[in-house]
């Protein structure tokens, strides 16, 4: 069965500064994607970045970044010149389901100190 | 494009009564809704995977007789949770399958906040 674990309940960074959310997944699939989702304290489910598994070259949106290691099954979150917006819980999700049913994590406190 | 309006955002009702959240897709066509229940400070909870004009799928564990849904169209998912208990208590959220997965798998509703007096 797919599994998705993120280790870290809770991390905190200094505004400004960059820090980095683990991620790691399980399975047998070869061809799947994986995402990263933002929930602020509103609660609404916003789409961080989004890979291909397929893709070798890493994603990237504006000050967010994907490292995706296949081979470790690996995907971690860098957060550049991180933001007092950016706080919020965020999720690592995989799928290659054809319902597109995704697979959680359980996910990242992210805390911005200013 | 790709809105999904869930309804209402917060309800707060007495032990007892029904009560049911609207899901619509308001500029697709969603053939798969997803329906989750998300705890304080967890994650989301996969409840059931409805498809239009069949029976809703149901996760382990969640009782089909207390969450009720109905998907009878194309543009509408419906989920009653019958006899609401203070345990029902919860975040619910919907969800509508994309057409491409590689964009977005799924739309999100804003969520319901479930509060049972």
């Known amino acids: 069965a797919q599994t998705v674990t993120q280790s870290q309940p809770e991390m905190s960074v200094q505004e400004a500064e960059t820090v980095t959310l683990s991620c790691t997944y399980d399975t047998s699939e070869s061809d799947y994607y994986l995402f990263w989702y933002k929930q602020p304290p509103s609660r609404q489910m916003i789409l961080v970045i989004r890979q291909e598994a397929y893709k070798q070259q890493n994603a990237t949106e504006n000050r967010f970044s994907v490292n995706f290691q296949k081979a470790a099954k690996s995907f971690s979150l860098k957060i550049s010149d991180s933001q007092l917006g950016d706080a919020a819980m965020y999720f690592c999700a995989y799928t290659a389901d054809s319902n597109y049913q995704l697979i959680w994590g359980a996910g990242t406190k992210l805390i911005i100190k200013p | 494009g790709a809105v999904v309006s869930q309804h209402p955002s917060w309800v707060i009702c007495k032990s007892g009564t029904s009560v049911k959240i609207e899901c619509r897709s308001l500029?697709?066509?969603?053939?798969?809704m997803f329906w989750y229940r998300q705890f304080p400070k967890q994650s989301l909870m996969l409840m059931a995977t409805s498809n239009e004009g069949s029976k809703a799928t149901y996760e382990q564990g969640v009782e089909k007789d207390k969450f009720l849904i109905n998907h009878a169209s194309l543009t509408l998912s419906t989920l009653t949770v019958t006899s609401a208990h203070p345990e029902d208590s919860s975040f619910y959220i919907c969800?509508?399958?994309?057409?491409?997965?590689?964009?977005?798998?799924?739309?999100f509703g804003d969520g319901t906040r479930l509060s049972i007096l």
């Open positions: 969800s509508a399958r994309s057409v491409s997965p590689g964009r977005q798998p799924q739309h």
């Open positions: 500029d697709f066509q969603a053939t798969t």
